[in-house]
Antibody
Framework: QVQLQESGPGLVKPSQTLSLICTVSGGSISSGSYYWNWIRQPAGKGLEWIGRFYTSGSIDYNPSLKSRVTIAIDTSKNQFSLELRSVTATDTAVYYC????????????????WGQGTTVTVSS | DIVMTQSPLPLPVTPGEPASISCRSS???????????LDWYLQKPGQSPQLLIYLASNRASGVPDRFSGSGSGTDFTLKISRVGAEDVGVYYC?????????FGQGTKLEIK
């Protein structure tokens, strides 16, 4: 079955760029009808959707983060990535990569695969 | 943004008793295809969230049938027919209809 694994630095300095990678195993990132998402969760708080990449190539971002975020895909490595620029302490959170299975309005099966999450702390 | 509001936020339950969580959205989640775009997720302590219910009432693979989802439009409910110790955690509703996808605040279910 498909598994997701986040990786990246656990500590980022304020004003710098947070960069994370999600490695997909057990299936191809470029086949099927899937949205590949990033979601974050500050300690003790709720879930915030950051953005997504669709296998067709379309990308959507949360407007609240859009000016600072880039999501990209590397099909050769079966990975997708998150870049968050100009970070502050409020960006400290557990970051999850998540698969959402859907094909437009034809079918939808929810966020059915989650990574284990990686903790990123923004601090000098 | 569509605002998702859950209640109650803390939910103490006696083992074996039923439990119910409400989720209301600030806009209708009923799409023209007849489906309500509302999911339920459970985050057990120390774990990633896991999918329970999609499209308001469809149980995800492997989810026990004591979990059920209902509702339409802006009002939705997650019910657990008999709560067990393994159901402890935070329950979130989420709307995938519009960008940005948004979650409720989370309902923390604990055993009395």
């Amino acid at each position: 079955q498909v598994q997701l694994q986040e990786s990246g630095p656990g500590l980022v300095k304020p004003s710098q760029t947070l960069s994370l990678i999600c490695t997909v195993s057990g299936g191809s990132i470029s086949s099927g009808s899937y949205y590949w998402n990033w979601i974050r969760q500050p300690a003790g708080k709720g879930l915030e959707w950051i953005g997504r990449f669709y296998t067709s190539g379309s990308i959507d971002y949360n407007p609240s983060l859009k000016s600072r975020v880039t999501i990209a895909i590397d099909t050769s490595k079966n990975q997708f990535s998150l870049e968050l620029r100009s970070v502050t302490a409020t960006d400290t959170a557990v970051y999850y990569c998540v698969r959402l299975t859907s094909s437009g309005w034809t079918y939808y099966y929810g966020m059915d695969v989650w990574g284990q999450g990686t903790t990123v702390t923004v601090s000098s | 943004d569509i605002v998702m509001t859950q209640s109650p936020l803390p939910l103490p339950v006696t083992p074996g008793e039923p439990a119910s969580i409400s989720c209301r959205s600030s806009q209708s989640l009923l799409q023209s295809n007849g489906y309500n775009y509302l999911d339920w997720y459970l985050q057990k302590p120390g774990q990633s969230p896991q999918l329970l219910i999609y499209l308001a009432s469809n149980r995800a693979s492997g989810v026990p049938d004591r979990f059920s989802g209902s509702g339409s439009g802006t009002d939705f409910t997650l019910k657990i027919s008999r709560v067990g110790a393994e159901d402890v955690g935070v329950y979130y509703c989420m709307q995938p209809l519009q960008i940005p996808h948004t979650f409720g605040q989370g309902t923390k279910l604990e055993i009395k």
